[in-house]
Protein backbone atom coordinates (compact mmCIF):
# COMPACT_ATOMS: atom_id res chain seq x y z
CA UNK A 1 0.00 0.00 0.00
CA UNK A 2 2.92 2.23 0.77
CA UNK A 3 4.55 1.84 -2.04
CA UNK A 4 1.54 2.53 -4.04
CA UNK A 5 0.74 6.04 -2.36
CA UNK A 6 4.24 7.20 -3.46
CA UNK A 7 4.00 6.03 -6.80
CA UNK A 8 0.10 8.31 -6.33
CA UNK A 9 2.64 11.22 -5.38
CA UNK A 10 5.47 10.89 -7.92
CA UNK A 11 2.49 11.23 -10.67
CA UNK A 12 0.83 14.27 -9.18
CA UNK A 13 4.54 15.65 -8.77
CA UNK A 14 4.98 15.27 -12.30
CA UNK A 15 1.60 16.24 -13.45
CA UNK A 16 1.92 19.67 -11.06
CA UNK A 17 5.50 20.46 -11.24
CA UNK A 18 7.44 19.22 -13.90
CA UNK A 19 4.88 20.12 -16.52
CA UNK A 20 2.87 23.48 -15.72
CA UNK A 21 0.51 23.36 -19.05
CA UNK A 22 -1.25 21.01 -21.58
CA UNK A 23 1.32 20.13 -23.75
CA UNK A 24 -1.01 17.37 -26.20
CA UNK A 25 0.86 14.80 -27.86
CA UNK A 26 4.68 14.60 -28.14
CA UNK A 27 4.15 14.32 -32.16
CA UNK A 28 1.18 14.14 -34.73
CA UNK A 29 -0.81 10.91 -33.79
CA UNK A 30 -0.68 8.95 -36.94
CA UNK A 31 -2.85 5.33 -37.62
CA UNK A 32 -1.98 2.40 -36.13
CA UNK A 33 -0.47 -0.48 -38.55
CA UNK A 34 -1.67 -4.55 -38.19
CA UNK A 35 -0.03 -7.35 -36.66
CA UNK A 36 2.37 -5.39 -34.40
CA UNK A 37 5.37 -7.45 -32.94
CA UNK A 38 6.93 -6.65 -29.82
CA UNK A 39 10.42 -6.89 -30.07
CA UNK A 40 11.08 -6.86 -25.88
CA UNK A 41 9.29 -9.62 -23.45
CA UNK A 42 10.36 -11.34 -20.56
CA UNK A 43 9.88 -14.54 -19.14
CA UNK A 44 11.58 -16.15 -16.07
CA UNK A 45 10.92 -18.97 -13.56
CA UNK A 46 11.86 -20.02 -10.14
CA UNK A 47 13.37 -23.55 -11.51
CA UNK A 48 9.93 -25.43 -11.20
CA UNK A 49 8.91 -28.41 -13.39
CA UNK A 50 12.67 -28.57 -13.95
CA UNK A 51 12.87 -25.39 -16.33
CA UNK A 52 16.62 -24.87 -15.76
CA UNK A 53 15.62 -21.44 -14.60
CA UNK A 54 16.14 -19.67 -11.40
CA UNK A 55 16.13 -16.63 -9.16
CA UNK A 56 19.07 -15.74 -6.74
CA UNK A 57 17.88 -15.86 -3.35
CA UNK A 58 19.12 -12.32 -3.00
CA UNK A 59 16.37 -11.53 -5.33
CA UNK A 60 13.68 -13.64 -3.81
CA UNK A 61 13.71 -11.87 -1.07
CA UNK A 62 13.61 -8.22 -2.08
CA UNK A 63 10.26 -6.89 -2.77
CA UNK A 64 10.40 -6.87 -6.75
CA UNK A 65 9.90 -10.21 -6.79
CA UNK A 66 6.44 -10.32 -5.99
CA UNK A 67 5.72 -7.31 -7.99
CA UNK A 68 7.02 -9.69 -11.20
CA UNK A 69 4.92 -12.57 -10.42
CA UNK A 70 1.75 -10.53 -9.81
CA UNK A 71 2.34 -9.10 -13.31
CA UNK A 72 2.96 -12.34 -14.44
CA UNK A 73 -0.09 -13.12 -13.91
CA UNK A 74 0.92 -16.08 -11.41
CA UNK A 75 1.69 -17.13 -7.72
CA UNK A 76 4.41 -19.06 -6.43
CA UNK A 77 2.82 -21.61 -5.25
CA UNK A 78 0.85 -22.13 -8.71
CA UNK A 79 4.71 -22.67 -10.06
CA UNK A 80 5.56 -24.98 -8.26
CA UNK A 81 2.44 -27.10 -8.82
CA UNK A 82 2.32 -26.58 -12.90
CA UNK A 83 6.35 -25.95 -13.50
CA UNK A 84 7.38 -22.49 -14.45
CA UNK A 85 6.40 -23.14 -18.48
CA UNK A 86 2.92 -21.71 -16.94
CA UNK A 87 4.53 -18.36 -17.33
CA UNK A 88 5.15 -18.37 -20.59
CA UNK A 89 1.62 -20.32 -21.27
CA UNK A 90 -0.34 -17.35 -20.24
CA UNK A 91 1.91 -14.74 -21.55
CA UNK A 92 0.75 -16.35 -24.69
CA UNK A 93 -2.77 -16.11 -23.58
CA UNK A 94 -2.53 -12.75 -22.54
CA UNK A 95 -1.20 -11.85 -26.37
CA UNK A 96 -3.04 -13.70 -27.90
CA UNK A 97 -6.29 -11.46 -26.67
CA UNK A 98 -4.40 -8.02 -27.63
CA UNK A 99 -6.05 -6.24 -30.54
CA UNK A 100 -3.08 -4.26 -31.57
CA UNK A 101 0.41 -7.06 -30.80
CA UNK A 102 0.17 -10.31 -32.48
CA UNK A 103 3.48 -11.70 -31.76
CA UNK A 104 6.31 -11.19 -28.84
CA UNK A 105 9.90 -12.03 -28.86
CA UNK A 106 10.55 -14.08 -25.88
CA UNK A 107 13.76 -13.53 -24.27
CA UNK A 108 16.07 -15.98 -22.56
CA UNK A 109 18.46 -14.84 -19.94
CA UNK A 110 21.78 -15.94 -20.05
CA UNK A 111 23.98 -15.81 -16.52
CA UNK A 112 27.72 -14.60 -15.40
CA UNK A 113 30.30 -16.95 -16.21
CA UNK A 114 33.62 -17.94 -14.62
CA UNK A 115 36.68 -17.80 -15.54
CA UNK A 116 36.42 -21.74 -16.93
CA UNK A 117 33.58 -20.47 -19.33
CA UNK A 118 30.99 -22.49 -17.33
CA UNK A 119 27.46 -20.38 -15.91
CA UNK A 120 28.76 -19.33 -12.67
CA UNK A 121 25.35 -19.95 -10.05
CA UNK A 122 26.60 -18.62 -7.35
CA UNK A 123 27.03 -14.98 -8.64
CA UNK A 124 24.04 -15.30 -11.10
CA UNK A 125 20.82 -13.30 -10.02
CA UNK A 126 18.82 -15.11 -12.58
CA UNK A 127 18.75 -17.36 -15.48
CA UNK A 128 16.46 -18.40 -18.23
CA UNK A 129 17.95 -20.92 -20.42
CA UNK A 130 17.42 -20.73 -24.11
CA UNK A 131 16.25 -24.49 -24.15
CA UNK A 132 13.67 -23.26 -21.75
CA UNK A 133 12.32 -20.34 -24.41
CA UNK A 134 12.76 -22.38 -27.37
CA UNK A 135 10.09 -24.79 -26.27
CA UNK A 136 7.88 -22.42 -24.87
CA UNK A 137 8.25 -20.99 -28.31
CA UNK A 138 7.52 -24.20 -29.88
CA UNK A 139 4.14 -24.62 -27.99
CA UNK A 140 2.91 -20.58 -29.48
CA UNK A 141 2.75 -19.52 -32.40
CA UNK A 142 2.51 -16.08 -30.71
CA UNK A 143 6.27 -16.06 -29.46
CA UNK A 144 9.57 -15.65 -31.49
CA UNK A 145 12.67 -16.94 -29.87
CA UNK A 146 15.04 -14.63 -28.49
CA UNK A 147 18.10 -16.48 -27.23
CA UNK A 148 20.78 -15.45 -24.88
CA UNK A 149 24.01 -16.16 -24.42
CA UNK A 150 27.45 -14.64 -22.53
CA UNK A 151 30.30 -14.62 -25.09
CA UNK A 152 32.55 -15.83 -22.13
CA UNK A 153 31.03 -19.02 -22.50
CA UNK A 154 33.60 -21.55 -23.39
CA UNK A 155 30.92 -22.90 -26.17
CA UNK A 156 29.54 -20.06 -26.79
CA UNK A 157 29.68 -20.27 -30.28
CA UNK A 158 28.18 -23.42 -30.40
CA UNK A 159 25.32 -22.29 -28.67
CA UNK A 160 24.77 -19.46 -31.67
CA UNK A 161 24.92 -22.28 -34.04
CA UNK A 162 22.08 -23.84 -31.55
CA UNK A 163 19.58 -21.02 -31.00
CA UNK A 164 19.64 -19.98 -34.69
CA UNK A 165 18.89 -23.58 -35.55
CA UNK A 166 16.15 -23.44 -33.40
CA UNK A 167 14.26 -20.42 -34.99
CA UNK A 168 16.21 -17.80 -32.94
CA UNK A 169 15.52 -14.00 -34.13
CA UNK A 170 18.18 -12.40 -31.89
CA UNK A 171 20.47 -12.36 -29.05
CA UNK A 172 19.31 -10.67 -25.62
CA UNK A 173 22.17 -9.15 -23.47
CA UNK A 174 21.83 -7.53 -19.76
CA UNK A 175 26.07 -6.21 -19.47
CA UNK A 176 25.87 -4.94 -16.28
CA UNK A 177 23.91 -8.29 -14.76
CA UNK A 178 25.82 -10.85 -16.92
CA UNK A 179 29.03 -9.08 -16.13
CA UNK A 180 29.80 -8.86 -20.16
CA UNK A 181 32.17 -6.02 -21.33
CA UNK A 182 31.12 -5.50 -24.94
CA UNK A 183 34.04 -3.78 -25.80
CA UNK A 184 36.51 -6.38 -25.16
CA UNK A 185 38.53 -7.36 -28.55
CA UNK A 186 38.12 -10.95 -26.98
CA UNK A 187 34.33 -11.52 -27.73
CA UNK A 188 34.97 -10.61 -31.39
CA UNK A 189 34.52 -14.19 -32.54
CA UNK A 190 31.28 -14.16 -31.12
CA UNK A 191 30.64 -10.79 -32.85
CA UNK A 192 31.55 -12.41 -36.11
CA UNK A 193 29.17 -15.49 -35.58
CA UNK A 194 26.49 -13.12 -35.13
CA UNK A 195 26.76 -11.27 -38.21
CA UNK A 196 27.42 -14.96 -39.93
CA UNK A 197 24.27 -15.90 -38.62
CA UNK A 198 22.50 -12.70 -39.02
CA UNK A 199 21.56 -11.97 -35.19
CA UNK A 200 21.24 -8.75 -34.17
CA UNK A 201 22.04 -8.51 -30.45
CA UNK A 202 19.65 -6.36 -27.97
CA UNK A 203 21.32 -5.26 -25.39
CA UNK A 204 20.26 -3.19 -22.52
CA UNK A 205 21.74 0.50 -22.16
CA UNK A 206 21.77 2.67 -19.41
CA UNK A 207 21.35 1.92 -15.72
CA UNK A 208 19.52 -1.14 -15.13
CA UNK A 209 17.34 -1.32 -12.01
CA UNK A 210 15.23 -4.30 -12.40
CA UNK A 211 17.39 -6.49 -10.23
CA UNK A 212 18.98 -6.18 -6.55
CA UNK A 213 22.23 -5.05 -8.12
CA UNK A 214 23.98 -4.01 -11.21
CA UNK A 215 27.47 -2.97 -13.04
CA UNK A 216 26.11 -0.42 -14.31
CA UNK A 217 29.61 0.84 -16.34
CA UNK A 218 28.79 -2.39 -18.74
CA UNK A 219 26.28 -0.90 -20.01
CA UNK A 220 27.75 2.48 -21.17
CA UNK A 221 26.18 3.18 -24.73
CA UNK A 222 29.95 3.21 -26.52
CA UNK A 223 31.31 0.13 -25.57
CA UNK A 224 28.72 -0.90 -28.48
CA UNK A 225 31.37 0.75 -30.74
CA UNK A 226 33.05 -2.85 -31.18
CA UNK A 227 29.77 -4.94 -32.62
CA UNK A 228 28.91 -2.28 -34.73
CA UNK A 229 32.01 -1.78 -36.42
CA UNK A 230 32.18 -5.15 -37.00
CA UNK A 231 28.52 -4.98 -38.97
CA UNK A 232 26.53 -6.30 -35.99
CA UNK A 233 23.52 -5.18 -36.40
CA UNK A 234 22.73 -3.69 -32.24
CA UNK A 235 19.31 -3.01 -30.83
CA UNK A 236 20.10 -0.76 -27.64
CA UNK A 237 17.50 -1.48 -25.50
CA UNK A 238 15.67 1.84 -23.91
CA UNK A 239 17.33 4.67 -26.00
CA UNK A 240 20.15 3.64 -22.99
CA UNK A 241 17.54 5.43 -21.03
CA UNK A 242 19.00 7.14 -17.58
CA UNK A 243 21.97 7.31 -16.11
CA UNK A 244 25.50 9.38 -17.10
CA UNK A 245 28.80 7.76 -17.96
CA UNK A 246 32.10 10.08 -17.83
CA UNK A 247 29.68 13.30 -17.12
CA UNK A 248 27.35 12.70 -20.35
CA UNK A 249 23.71 11.36 -20.73
CA UNK A 250 23.65 7.69 -21.47
CA UNK A 251 21.27 9.21 -24.16
CA UNK A 252 23.18 11.54 -25.57
CA UNK A 253 26.13 8.81 -26.15
CA UNK A 254 23.67 7.10 -27.93
CA UNK A 255 22.75 9.59 -29.75
CA UNK A 256 26.31 10.38 -30.95
CA UNK A 257 26.64 6.76 -31.90
CA UNK A 258 23.32 6.82 -34.15
CA UNK A 259 25.29 9.31 -36.40
CA UNK A 260 28.05 7.07 -36.71
CA UNK A 261 27.17 3.64 -36.81
CA UNK A 262 24.16 3.31 -39.61
CA UNK A 263 23.37 -0.47 -37.90
CA UNK A 264 22.56 1.44 -34.26
CA UNK A 265 18.84 0.57 -33.30
CA UNK A 266 17.17 1.25 -30.20
CA UNK A 267 13.93 0.08 -28.97
CA UNK A 268 10.59 2.20 -26.99
CA UNK A 269 10.61 -0.65 -24.54
CA UNK A 270 9.73 1.02 -20.89
CA UNK A 271 9.79 4.61 -21.96
CA UNK A 272 6.51 5.55 -20.49
CA UNK A 273 7.29 4.22 -16.92
CA UNK A 274 7.28 6.06 -14.15
CA UNK A 275 10.90 5.98 -13.81
CA UNK A 276 11.31 7.08 -17.53
CA UNK A 277 8.87 10.26 -18.19
CA UNK A 278 9.89 12.41 -20.96
CA UNK A 279 12.40 9.55 -22.34
CA UNK A 280 9.70 8.73 -25.08
CA UNK A 281 9.40 12.21 -25.95
CA UNK A 282 13.27 12.24 -26.46
CA UNK A 283 13.06 9.38 -28.76
CA UNK A 284 10.51 10.29 -30.72
CA UNK A 285 11.38 13.83 -30.98
CA UNK A 286 15.17 13.58 -31.45
CA UNK A 287 16.43 13.57 -35.20
CA UNK A 288 19.16 10.94 -34.23
CA UNK A 289 16.63 8.36 -33.66
CA UNK A 290 14.34 8.92 -36.86
CA UNK A 291 14.00 5.61 -38.95
CA UNK A 292 15.96 3.58 -35.92
CA UNK A 293 13.36 2.59 -33.28
CA UNK A 294 11.39 -0.25 -33.22
CA UNK A 295 8.45 -1.02 -30.76
CA UNK A 296 9.44 -2.71 -27.70
CA UNK A 297 7.13 -3.03 -24.63
CA UNK A 298 9.17 -4.29 -21.32
CA UNK A 299 6.07 -6.59 -20.32
CA UNK A 300 5.43 -7.86 -17.38
CA UNK A 301 6.38 -4.16 -16.51
CA UNK A 302 3.83 -2.78 -18.37
CA UNK A 303 1.59 -4.71 -16.31
CA UNK A 304 1.96 -2.83 -13.09
CA UNK A 305 1.90 0.35 -11.81
CA UNK A 306 4.42 2.02 -12.99
CA UNK A 307 2.97 1.61 -16.43
CA UNK A 308 0.28 4.44 -15.03
CA UNK A 309 -1.24 6.60 -18.07
CA UNK A 310 -2.08 8.93 -15.33
CA UNK A 311 1.12 10.28 -15.61
CA UNK A 312 1.04 11.91 -18.82
CA UNK A 313 -2.37 13.83 -18.34
CA UNK A 314 -1.21 17.08 -19.49
CA UNK A 315 -0.40 15.06 -22.46
CA UNK A 316 -3.39 13.11 -23.20
CA UNK A 317 -7.39 14.07 -23.41
CA UNK A 318 -9.76 13.01 -21.10
CA UNK A 319 -10.96 10.30 -23.62
CA UNK A 320 -8.01 9.14 -24.24
CA UNK A 321 -7.05 8.38 -20.56
CA UNK A 322 -10.18 6.74 -20.19
CA UNK A 323 -9.93 4.42 -22.88
CA UNK A 324 -6.26 3.48 -22.12
CA UNK A 325 -7.12 3.05 -18.47
CA UNK A 326 -10.19 0.56 -19.58
CA UNK A 327 -8.04 -1.36 -21.51
CA UNK A 328 -7.91 -4.94 -19.80
CA UNK A 329 -5.19 -5.97 -22.20
CA UNK A 330 -1.43 -4.83 -21.33
CA UNK A 331 -0.31 -4.41 -24.60
CA UNK A 332 -3.41 -2.52 -25.61
CA UNK A 333 -2.56 -0.27 -22.90
CA UNK A 334 0.90 0.17 -23.99
CA UNK A 335 0.42 0.91 -27.47
CA UNK A 336 -2.84 3.36 -27.14
CA UNK A 337 -0.73 5.50 -24.86
CA UNK A 338 2.47 5.22 -26.77
CA UNK A 339 0.25 5.99 -29.63
CA UNK A 340 -1.71 8.92 -28.28
CA UNK A 341 1.79 10.14 -27.25
CA UNK A 342 2.43 10.63 -30.94
CA UNK A 343 4.26 7.37 -31.70
CA UNK A 344 4.29 7.11 -35.71
CA UNK A 345 3.31 4.13 -37.58
CA UNK A 346 6.83 3.44 -38.97
CA UNK A 347 7.90 2.25 -35.18
CA UNK A 348 5.22 -0.09 -34.30
CA UNK A 349 5.51 -1.28 -38.21
CA UNK A 350 9.45 -1.91 -38.17
CA UNK A 351 9.80 -4.28 -35.50
CA UNK A 352 8.18 -7.11 -37.61
CA UNK A 353 10.12 -6.17 -40.70
CA UNK A 354 13.36 -5.90 -39.09
CA UNK A 355 13.74 -10.16 -38.72
CA UNK A 356 13.33 -10.40 -42.48
CA UNK A 357 16.63 -8.22 -43.56
CA UNK A 358 19.33 -9.70 -45.44
CA UNK A 359 22.15 -11.34 -43.79
CA UNK A 360 24.28 -9.79 -46.65
CA UNK A 361 23.00 -6.16 -45.59
CA UNK A 362 23.85 -6.04 -41.83
CA UNK A 363 24.46 -2.26 -42.08
CA UNK A 364 21.18 -0.95 -43.11
CA UNK A 365 19.60 2.70 -42.86
Known amino acids: MVGRWRILLFIILILFVHVPSFAGPYRPIEPLPPGIVDIHCHVAGIGAGNSGCFVSSKLRGSWKFKIYLRAFGVSQSELE ?19 FVKKAVLLALDGIVGKDGMLDTNRTEIYVPNEFVADAVARHNNLLFGASVNPYRKDGLERLDWAKAHGAVLVKWIPSIMEIDPSDPRIIPFYRK ?26 DPDKLRLPLSLGVRVIAAHIASTGRYHGERSSDRLARLMREY ?39 LINTALASPWQYGL ?51
Open 81 to 99: EKGDGLIADRTSELLSQST
Open 194 to 219: LVELNLPLLSHAGQERSFTSAADGFC
Open 262 to 300: PNLYSDISSLTLINKHYYLKEALTRPEFKERLLYGSDFP
Open 315 to 365: QLSPKQLIEISKAKNPWDADVLLKHYLGTPTEIFARSGQFFAQDASKPSLP
